[in-house]
């Protein structure tokens, strides 16, 4: 009887509870398929960031070229 047991405990540990985790998560990734308002918010506000971070960039590597030409190769 405790045989019995034993093999059904496995089948259920191997077979069916990763069906059942796989089936939750699912769920819940597309439930939250999308970004909230808050999540938005800061991805704008990252992205315009990062726009002005490679203004400034590109107008640093423009001063560097006019000052010290072969600055590219002394790195």
């Avoid at 405790?2 to 699912?26: A, E, K, Q, R, W």
């Avoid at 398929?33 to 938005?40: A, F, H, R, S, V």
């Avoid at 002005?52 to 070229?65: F, G, H, W």
């Amino acid at each position: 009887m405790s045989g019995h047991f034993f093999v059904l405990t496995i089948l259920f540990i191997v077979v069916v509870l990763p069906i059942v985790i796989i089936m939750h998560y699912t769920t819940k990734w597309k439930a939250t398929k999308g970004l909230t308002d808050e999540e938005q918010v800061t991805l704008e506000e990252l992205w315009q960031t990062s726009q002005r971070m490679d203004s400034r960039l590109n107008a640093l590597e423009t001063i560097l070229d006019d000052q010290v030409p072969d600055w590219r190769r002394k790195l």
